[in-house]
Each structure stands twice: as structure tokens, then as C-alpha cells.
């Protein structure tokens, strides 16, 4: 009778032992078929990443987004085009707001700096939507920056500078966006009669500012257009000119009221 108890406590040890394994071994299953199920996730996503933007514009008036016709015109791009931010990502808004207040008298502030972040969401979007943009922060520091600095040597770069080139039937043709290309700029005038300089930055143009770029070094035409003024007592021209020139046209300003020539280089003749 004492043995037949002893077998059956044996027993009733081994089948909980068993069950223990069983679930023991449910458990590693389980765990093994989530953890595989993560890595096919992460996988996924990062496949779709390069070919998709899988991050969303939460913001209310979706400030971080690029329009759809941009996105359209930035999809067919179908060269190489380099965007170098004279800045790393990380120094730029800190950097340029420095710019802002010495060169433009720009008040540096929680506002403005929203402008900067907003500048550096919206150029890396053109890379997400199309690899051909190569876009790259640069530390000015560098060794790497030198050399560039060198190449544009004439073009006098400063802090926040965006490079934009491409080589086409074996020319290089570049522009460079400087601040107040991205940057609307409206000076306080209740400073002036103190002799101060107060600025505020009003608007952000740096998805017109760099397609108009991208745009233009993918060119092969150049149009020259002679903006004649001098012919009104107001001169309202300045506006026109600077639309002009967004839109990749060579502006030269003729201030004469008589005008017995016009250069062979000029394409088009605008009368205000």
C-alpha cells in the first residue's frame, strides 16, 4: 500500500513536470514567434521608409509639409541634385539665428527659432521623397566643408548657406540660397528715428526658395529679361524683380528714360 502511494506521488511529480515543460516551452514559443513577428515588423517598416515618407504633419495649419505640387515636381526630378546646408543639422538654428540678429537686426527668440526647425523639417522631406536630392548638413568646421568652401570660393558662403548644384552634359551649374532668400524680413520702422536696425522674421519661403533652385540647376536655358525703370516717379518695380529672379530669370535693371540700344544677351523686354 505504501509503495503503491510512493508511485502514484512519482507519477503526479512527473506530470507536472511535464506540464511545467509544456508551458515552459509554450512560453519560449511564443516569445519567439513575437520577437520574430517585431523583426518582420522592423523590417517592413524600414523598406517602406525608403521608398515612403512615413512620418505625419500633426501641426494644425500642417507646417511641416511640402505642398503636392511640389512633391509632384520633386518626385520627377530624375538627376542628381546636391543640397548643401552650410551648418550641421543640429547647429543650425542656433547658428543662424546669430546671422538674423548681426546682419539683419533680427531678434532671436522662441517664434523665429520655429522658423529655423521648420526649415530643417521641410529640406529633409526633398531627400524622403526622392533620393536623387542628396541633401547634407555640413559642419563648417570640417575638412570636408573646406574643400567646398575652396570650390565656391568666389561666392563669399556664409553660416546657413544652401548650396544647391548639379552637372549636366559635363557642366557644373550651382545657386546659392543665402538667408534672406528663405526668410521673409520685414524691419520694424518705429526704430529707425533711434537710429536702431529691428527686424522680424515674417514668413518661411524655403520650399519656393529650393525647388526654384533645383529647378534652375537642371536647366539648360537661361532667359535675361531688361527690367526698364526711371519712366514713373514711384518705383514699384522691386517686387517684380525679386519674382522674377525666384523664378530663375537674369534680371538687368535699366534706370535710363532714353534707351537707343538694347544688348544682344537680353530675351525679353518688361516696361513697368
Same mark, same amino acid.
Given at each position: 500500500m505504501q509503495k503503491e502511494k510512493k508511485v502514484k506521488t512519482q507519477k503526479t511529480k512527473l506530470l507536472k513536470n511535464e506540464l511545467s515543460l509544456k508551458k515552459g516551452g509554450y512560453s519560449i514559443a511564443i516569445t519567439a514567434i513575437v520577437v520574430a513577428a517585431i523583426i518582420v515588423l522592423n523590417v517592413l517598416v524600414s523598406a517602406l521608409s525608403d521608398r515612403f515618407v512615413l512620418e505625419f504633419d500633426m501641426t494644425p495649419? +500642417? *507646417?511641416n509639409s511640402i505642398s503636392e505640387d511640389n512633391i509632384e515636381y520633386i518626385k520627377s526630378v530624375d538627376k542628381e541634385v546636391s543640397v548643401i546646408i552650410c /551648418? /550641421? $543639422? =543640429? =547647429?543650425y538654428s542656433t547658428y543662424v539665428g546669430s546671422v538674423a540678429q548681426q546682419s539683419y537686426g533680427v /531678434?532671436? =527668440?522662441a517664434t523665429v527659432n520655429e522658423y529655423f526647425l521648420q526649415t530643417v523639417k521641410l529640406i529633409n522631406r526633398y531627400n524622403d521623397y526622392n533620393s536623387k536630392i542628396k541633401v547634407q548638413?555640413? @559642419?563648417t568646421q570640417s575638412s570636408e566643408f573646406t574643400a567646398i568652401a575652396s $570650390?565656391? %570660393?568666389? %561666392?563669399?558662403?556664409?553660416?546657413? @548657406?544652401i548650396i544647391v548644384s548639379a552637372e549636366k552634359n559635363g557642366n557644373k551649374r550651382f545657386k546659392i540660397l543665402s538667408f534672406d532668400d528663405i526668410y521673409q524680413i520685414k524691419q520694424d520702422e518705429s526704430y529707425t528715428a533711434y537710429g536702431m536696425t529691428v527686424s522680424s522674421i515674417t514668413g518661411n519661403n524655403?520650399?519656393?526658395a529650393l525647388t526654384s533652385a533645383v529647378a534652375y540647376v537642371l536647366s539648360d536655358i537661361d532667359t535675361t529679361v531688361a527690367l526698364f525703370t526711371g519712366h514713373? /516717379? %514711384?518705383d514699384l518695380t522691386e517686387d517684380y524683380k525679386t519674382l522674377l529672379e525666384t523664378n530663375n530669370y537674369k534680371v538687368e535693371t535699366v534706370a535710363? $528714360?532714353? *534707351?537707343? +540700344?538694347i544688348d544682344e544677351n537680353i530675351d525679353v523686354i518688361v516696361i513697368p
Open positions: 495649419d +500642417k *507646417i /551648418s /550641421s $543639422e =543640429d =547647429d /531678434s532671436y =527668440d548638413f555640413m @559642419d $570650390e565656391y %570660393a568666389n %561666392a563669399n558662403l556664409q553660416y546657413g @548657406d524655403i520650399e519656393t514713373s /516717379s %514711384a535710363n $528714360e532714353v *534707351i537707343t +540700344k
